[in-house]
């Protein structure tokens, strides 16, 4: 979507190796989000950041860390990759105010072998 | 904690016909935003049509409506003339009204839709 991209858009991975998804906007939003999406779970919320350097956990937080230096860039990691976070990766942005739900970027498939 | 239920995995319609797909939440709070994204096979996240709970009148956008009953906590939408550029995933959404490190979408688990020519 137009503001937010994702890096990469497809991964294939190892088991076990470190992992860094990039999430990268140009709306100067406040809140930066990370789900995840799979069959029959939906989309669930992994970290958020509300500011630079401002991070908290979502529901399905273990085994990810994220970092946010910057308005733009919020970053997911993935420590050591496991089969089960093969999964769709979303970054979503939204404003202080923002009642017009989230914009979502356009994922990344990562599969973990 | 608020949940989300779409109790319909998959649903069909025939072009041209009308269906509806049910969205239950579960919630306390009575200051919230109520949302249907549609993602088609191309992966991206489009919202469809949004609801404030505060407003009693039930949100329209052309072809797509929904039923807000807020005492049964029940939002459906309302697809009407359904189009085969309808075919996609349908997700619930709910969000806190309250602004602040609370604002997070919670969302349902999808529904299916397939339209058959």
């Known amino acids: 979507d137009a503001g937010i991209t994702q890096s990469p858009r497809h991964k294939v991975t190892e088991t076990g190796t470190p992992v860094t998804l990039r999430c990268h906007q140009t709306e100067n939003h406040r809140y930066m989000y990370w789900y995840r999406q799979d069959p029959g779970h939906g989309l669930r919320l992994i970290h958020y950041s509300y500011g630079v350097k401002d991070t908290d956990k979502g529901e399905v937080s273990d085994g990810y860390s994220v970092s946010r230096s910057k308005t733009e860039d919020f970053l997911l990691t993935l420590e050591s990759a496991t089969s089960s976070q093969t999964s769709v990766y979303f970054c979503a942005i939204g404003g202080l105010f923002d009642t017009y739900g989230y914009t979502f970027g356009s994922g990344t498939r990562l599969t973990v072998v | 904690a608020q949940t989300v239920t779409q109790s319909q995995p998959e649903m069909s319609v025939q072009e041209a016909e009308t269906v509806t797909l049910s969205c239950t939440y579960d919630?306390?709070?009575?200051?919230?935003?109520l949302f249907w994204y549609k993602q088609p096979p191309s992966r991206q996240m489009i919202l469809v049509i949004r609801?404030?709970?505060?407003?009693?009148q039930n949100a329209t956008e052309n072809r797509f409506s929904v039923n807000f009953q807020k005492a049964a906590k029940s939002f459906s939408l309302k697809i009407s003339d359904s189009q085969l550029g309808d075919a996609a995933m349908y997700f619930c959404a709910y969000r806190t009204g309250y602004g602040g490190a609370t604002n997070k979408l919670i969302f349902g688990t999808g529904t299916l839709l397939a339209v058959q020519p």
């Open positions: 609801q404030e709970a505060y407003k009693q």
């Open positions: 919630t306390s709070e009575s200051d919230y935003y």
